[in-house]
């Protein structure tokens, strides 16, 4: 009988810098989803890679002197170092700079563009170079990114744009008729409400870009490049073999597309549910059956960030906990759908109490006991008594509890009921008593039974947790001596085969000394939170900014002008509308600086304008100009001079 296909894809990781641990938290969750998913009999695909175009790329490359392609060789095997460290089971590592792929992208493009989906324009807006993404005056409020909260930059060029409008009615019918298409059910409310419900209606989407070359070329206008996100959106059929330009697809397409669920992270849900769909739509193509948004990981309160020095990588956490102590860990912490939390002091007890004292006590003890008490053999059972239909209830309970929780992507609530039933085999060890009952030959035939429960029990659980810990749980079965490592095998108690001899014993978790570790780890996060803060100041410039000339310099109109007045805009917690007078004539500013000043505290003041910008439009109001600050975490005016004249030109 052939199996029923399940086709997996993470979204793939961004080829600019090394993966912390939040980046490292979706492998390894779609890893564990796969590996649940062969278990239980399914022809899994699981598919992973690196997207590796981009201006941020191109930047970055050119800050390290070597070429796009040199650079993203490297991280790229970074990032699979990573991915393999973690014992990840892909079946596919795709990167966007494969030749396959770039040729379908190109025909990709070029199908759409003769359908009329894709038509020639120019652009103009607010660019984020770290998410590669486009954004509205409305959208980017106070010069920052809406999605990473970065300084954005204005930007106008030539490009292609997609008809967006064009699908969005099809796509909220599609919505609708699927509920599951989108989950958790938050992140589905989120997207038709913020983008294809929302005032002005789904706009059309910039397809190109013209300002930078490394990306997949326009195959018909040399003058552009492919917008990254058909590029990398597209990996998920082209890594099965699609093009547009084939007459027949080749039948891994036809065998695993459309994709199962894409488990993505939350913040570029927008690309994978609205985007990603309507290209689907317009290619002709089937949509995939599933968007799973998760949350992030924080480091502790905190959004990880290699510039506060916070960022942990999982590799580095492996040399402390090992690579199941890591596995373990980003699964059993992260919730369904709010962002978890991570401290060193949190790994260190989930570590202690989950797998040191739960499960590796148990082994531990039940394989002592049997050596003890057997000769190694593994006894029979002689039947049920006392407490023993408690723990078998307790087991069906977990098992039946565990599927349900892995089916529904509730995967830390369906390894919270496996430990559950590990704390209620310890305790039926403290109930049954074995080595009580060791005293009397005439327990012997109960002391077997409960010896047998024990591993059985055991078994249960190595099977259930191999999706989660898999290195661990081979330990068990061979320190058991069973090959019983499947669905089959956990539908009835009692298939770990009497008779047969353990194999050796192994230490599966040391308790960690939590006091010890602590000082070592927090030494080692203080000396990064240094050296981040060092290079900081030594950078000759921040992050996204270029080297300009005096020319482009002296294109910047900047002139000294007095606030008159100055008030808060009641829709917008972050502005202030500001009057100011440059002598020969009054603007209105609009400025982010609501959080740092009181409106009455600036009136009088004089501060340095930047006059020749474009007017823009915040929260419905005008804003001809902008004021000079400083900071990121905490902005200050730059003040001037109250004898300064105004409407002086400042060099």
């Not at 201006?55 to 970074?78: H, L, R, W």
């Not at 038509?119 to 984020?128: A, D, L, N, T, V």
Request: charged fraction near 25%; aromatic fraction near 10%.
């Amino acid at each position: 009988m052939e199996k029923e296909k399940f086709y997996i894809t993470t979204a793939i990781a961004y080829a600019s810098q090394k993966p912390h641990f939040g980046n490292t938290y979706e492998v390894i969750m779609t890893d564990c989803i796969a590996r649940y998913k062969r278990q239980r009999g399914y022809d899994v695909f699981f598919l992973t890679g690196t997207d590796e175009h981009g201006q941020k790329i191109e930047n970055k490359a050119a800050d390290a002197g070597i070429s796009p392609k040199e650079y993203v060789d490297n991280i790229a095997g970074e990032i699979k170092g990573v991915w393999d460290l973690m014992n990840t089971s892909y079946d596919k590592f795709i990167r966007t700079t494969d030749d396959y792929h770039e040729t379908a992208v190109k025909n990709i493009f070029k199908k759409l563009y003769d359908k009329g989906d894709i038509y020639k324009s120019s652009y103009e807006g607010w660019y984020c170079t770290p998410c590669e993404s486009f954004f509205t005056d409305t959208q980017a409020t106070d010069g920052k990114c809406p999605d990473c909260g970065r300084p954005v930059e204005r930007a106008k060029e030539e490009a292609y744009f997609f008809k967006m409008s064009k699908y969005a009615d099809k796509l909220l019918e599609h919505i609708d008729n699927n509920p599951e298409f989108i989950e958790p059910e938050s992140r589905k409310k989120e997207m038709v409400n913020n983008f294809l419900k929302c005032e002005g209606g789904l706009q059309d989407l910039c397809v190109s870009r013209s300002s930078f070359k490394w990306g997949v070329p326009v195959s018909f206008d040399d003058g552009h490049v492919i917008y990254v996100w058909i590029d990398a959106l597209s990996n998920y059929i082209t890594a099965l073999g699609f093009d547009p330009d084939h007459a027949d697809q080749p039948e891994s397409y036809k065998k695993y597309w459309p994709a199962d669920v894409h488990i993505i992270g939350k913040d570029i849900l927008r690309f994978h549910t609205i985007y990603w769909p309507i290209i689907l739509m317009a290619l002709g193509e089937p949509l995939p059956k599933k968007v799973f948004g998760h949350p992030w990981f924080n480091f502790g309160q905190d959004k990880m960030s290699k510039s506060r020095g916070n960022v942990i990588y999982a590799d580095e956490m492996a040399k402390h906990f090992g690579v199941d102590g890591v596995r373990h860990y980003a699964l059993s912490e992260m919730p369904y759908a709010t962002d978890g939390s991570i401290t060193y002091e949190s790994v260190i007890t989930r570590y202690n109490n989950d797998l040191a004292n739960n499960l590796g006590n148990l082994v531990s003890r039940t394989h002592a006991m049997t050596k003890k008490y057997f000769g190694g053999v593994i006894p029979a059972s002689a039947g049920d008594e006392g407490t023993d239909c408690e723990l078998k209830e307790a087991i069906t309970k977990a098992i039946n509890s565990f599927k349900t929780n892995m089916d529904n992507y509730h995967i830390a609530d369906a390894i919270d009921t496996v430990y559950t039933m590990l704390r209620r085999a310890n305790k039926y060890i403290d109930e049954t008593t074995p080595w009580v009952l060791a005293k009397d030959e005439a327990n012997k035939a109960r002391l077997g039974t409960v010896i047998y429960n024990l591993l059985e029990t055991i078994r249960i659980a190595a099977v259930l947790l191999t999706p989660a810990i898999p290195a661990t749980c081979e330990s068990i079965f061979a320190q058991i001596a069973t090959d019983k490592n499947d669905y089959a095998s956990i539908e009835t108690f009692g298939a770990l085969e009497s008779g047969k001899t353990l194999g050796e014993a192994a230490m599966l978790f040391s308790r960690i000394d939590e006091a010890k570790l602590l000082e070592q780890l927090n030494a080692e996060m203080e000396a990064k939170q240094k050296a981040a803060e060092a290079a900081a100041k030594a950078s000759e410039k921040p992050e996204g900014c270029a080297l300009i000339g005096i020319e482009d310099f002296m294109g910047v109109e900047l002139r000294s002008a007095q606030i008159v007045a100055c008030e808060k805009i009641k829709k917008a917690k972050k502005l202030l509308k500001l009057e100011v007078d440059l002598g020969y004539e009054k603007r209105q500013v609009v400025s982010g600086i609501a959080k740092y000043y009181e409106p009455e505290a600036l009136i009088g003041k004089k501060i340095i304008l930047v006059c020749n910008l474009r007017p823009a439009t915040l929260c419905g109001i005008e804003s001809n100009g902008m004021i000079l600050a400083s900071g990121e975490e905490t902005i200050r005016v730059v003040f001037l001079d109250p004898e300064t004249p105004l409407g002086e030109r400042i060099r």
